[in-house]
């Protein structure tokens, strides 16, 4: 295997990786979803409405960092170029 098949083996391999995060992540955002509309329907009782708060925002806050965790893969695996290009 030449070096060429080599990093396009590897690009393909982190692509999935990074698109199984993706995916990952849009399953989480419906389970907030879902468990929103779930605290929405139990706000009456107090000790429920308490657990399920903590449990809502603990998952927020995952689901953000994993979206930024997802975001960081992307551009280190696939940096942009920089433009050497001088403005005239």
Do not use: W
């Not at 942009?80 to 290009?85: D, E």
């Amino acid at each position: 295997m030449d070096d060429s098949a080599c990093a396009c083996s590897a690009t393909n391999t982190l692509q999935n990786e990074i698109d199984e995060v993706t995916i990952a992540v849009s399953d989480l955002e419906n389970l907030v979803y879902m468990q929103q509309l779930v605290l929405s329907e139990r706000l009456k009782h107090s000790t429920e409405r308490d657990a399920l708060f903590t449990l809502h925002y603990a998952l927020c806050d995952r689901l953000e960092a994993l979206k930024k965790t997802c975001g960081t893969l992307e551009r280190v695996a696939f940096p942009q170029p920089i433009s050497t290009a001088t403005a005239s």
